[in-house]
């Protein structure tokens, strides 16, 4: 049944802004509109109650209340963040040209302090743990204490937040573990996810021949390898998968290749998710483009995009059934595909930015 989920994270907002940009970039809505619809999620974003300077992990969309119990996760911050990163940069490149009226100019100047405020009142040390030099996943506030549990891979979604609030300790800390497959190396992270690996690279730039570059080259091919073994489009990330609840809403949970990830059970499932292919558009956009030729063979491409996924696992589905496509749109995953066609389609514009 058609529902909208009332509540929003910080990596949501954080994608809700690029979104604009995106849209702007790709000619869908004017310069404008992007300033008013960017004015309008900034000043929102002021009215939100914080924690250090930090978004909660969670907020409800109507009342803009945190929802409890409070959390301040350690990645999604981060996200948020470097997304303010891209939204002040976009506005320092747009603010003295020609296409600028006066009127428009002192908007962005508003937005451009907002932005500056973010950036330097959401005070990463306080999720940092100096006797291992890594961070936290979070803050528990109601139990008013880190979670003992931490970032410690560099193949790791949270590389975003280690870039933005950088110590060499750090990031020459985190694990570089390596595994070899067909003859190729490359890195192992925590649950072997497209999202792990690529996210990031929405936002950074990767040379040629380093470590992060053939790890992400390497990550690829082992998707690709992995769904060619079972027959299916390939992609697999955290996502929802064909599994509900008493309330008709579908359960979520990390996906990833096997040979990737150090979490175990990951043999266990088959779901493909359409955005983690589109992640790695910079790798590879034919094999990319093929495989998006596939995933619409599967009825699973409708008014808003691409589900969020297509469940092959037997033990989720139907006994009649080969494979159910998920019937949900989750706003950050829409958000890194538009982010990336947008990357593809425009040079990396997004990158330059931040």
């Not at 690529?198 to 690829?220: C, G, H, Q, R, V």
Request: charged share 20%; glycine share 6%.
């Amino acid at each position: 049944r058609p529902k909208i989920v009332n509540r929003t994270s910080s990596t949501n907002i954080g994608f809700g802004l690029l979104a604009i940009i995106n849209a702007y970039d790709l000619d869908y809505i004017t310069l404008d509109t992007a300033i008013d619809k960017l004015d309008k999620a900034l000043n929102s974003v002021t009215k939100l109650e914080k924690w250090h300077g930090h978004l909660y992990n969670w907020y409800n969309t109507v009342t803009l209340e945190p929802l409890r119990p409070r959390f301040v996760s350690t990645v999604d911050s981060g996200n948020f963040v470097v997304s303010i990163y891209v939204v002040n940069e976009f506005l320092n490149t747009l603010i003295n040209t020609k296409v600028v009226i006066d009127s428009l100019r002192d908007k962005m100047l508003k937005l451009k302090s907002i932005c500056g405020d973010i950036m330097k009142n959401t005070d990463f040390s306080l999720l940092y743990v100096q006797s291992r030099n890594i961070f936290s996943i979070g803050y528990n506030v109601e139990g008013a204490k880190l979670v003992d549990s931490y970032y410690d891979m560099l193949m790791s979604e949270s590389r975003l937040t280690s870039l933005i609030a950088i110590t060499s300790k750090h990031w020459f800390n985190l694990a570089r573990s390596l595994v070899k497959v067909d003859g190729m190396k490359g890195l192992l992270s925590w649950s072997g996810t497209s999202f792990e690996y690529f996210m990031p690279n929405l936002f950074t730039k990767t040379y040629n021949y380093t470590l992060i570059d053939e790890a992400l080259s390497f990550a690829m091919n082992s998707q690709i390898k992995y769904a060619k073994n079972a027959g299916v489009p390939w992609g697999v990330s955290e996502s929802a998968f064909a599994v509900q609840d008493n309330e008709q809403n579908y359960q979520y949970k990390a996906f990833g290749i096997p040979w990737l990830g150090l979490k175990r059970g990951l043999n266990d499932n088959m779901v493909i998710s359409p955005y983690s292919s589109l992640l790695c558009l910079d790798y590879s956009p034919k094999k990319v483009y093929s495989n998006i030729r596939n995933l619409k063979k599967y009825n699973s491409y409708a008014t808003y995009g691409f589900y969020e996924a297509i469940d092959f696992t037997k033990s989720h589905i139907p006994k009649d059934k080969k494979y159910e496509v998920v019937k949900t749109y989750m706003a950050h995953h829409q958000g890194m595909i538009l982010t990336a066609i947008n990357n593809y389609i425009n040079n990396g514009v997004i990158k330059e930015r931040f």
